[in-house]
């Protein structure tokens, strides 16, 4: 069974939703997976329920109206949309926030799910945790900026300075 197959089972179709995704946000241009898939592509892979990736703002209109037409619900927030098919258990967020646009720059394609997308760069990785989010999303940021420092030694200096301290 494939990696796409098995993420299909246990998310009722979250690798085809993921994959018919990248479709419309390549037409779409420059984009890139960032959050928990993003760092799978660099360290031993965990499970995720959740995409995140970086559109570029005035995209987004466009992006959301073929969403719409391919039969995902939409939810807006100031620096987010989010989407997600009805029976599927795959939560799908695209980011505007200007701090994250220049991540599309320096993507590079990668295999996620069976597909090529672009991914943010391992140092953007690092760099795109959100301190604002509640509890429990820091707490799994935390673990993907342990897991990378773990791999990638020469990246402490980059980490909260708390999170290097643990890894020494």
Known sequence: MTAAEIYNS?????????????????????????GGLAVNCYVEPVYTMDADMIVITENLAAIRDELVAAGFSISEFPHSMNAKKMKSKLNLQFTTDLRYQNFVSRAERRDVLGI???????????????????LSKRKKDELDLIRIGEVYPELHELLPREIAEQLK
Request: with cysteine; hydrophobic share 45%.
């Open 10 to 34: 246990v998310t009722n179709g979250g690798a085809s939703d993921f994959a018919e995704v990248a479709a419309i946000l390549d037409r779409h241009g420059p984009w890139c997976l960032i």
């Open 116 to 134: 090529s997308v672009p991914v943010a760069a391992l140092k953007d990785v690092v760099q795109g945790s959100d301190p604002e989010r509640r």
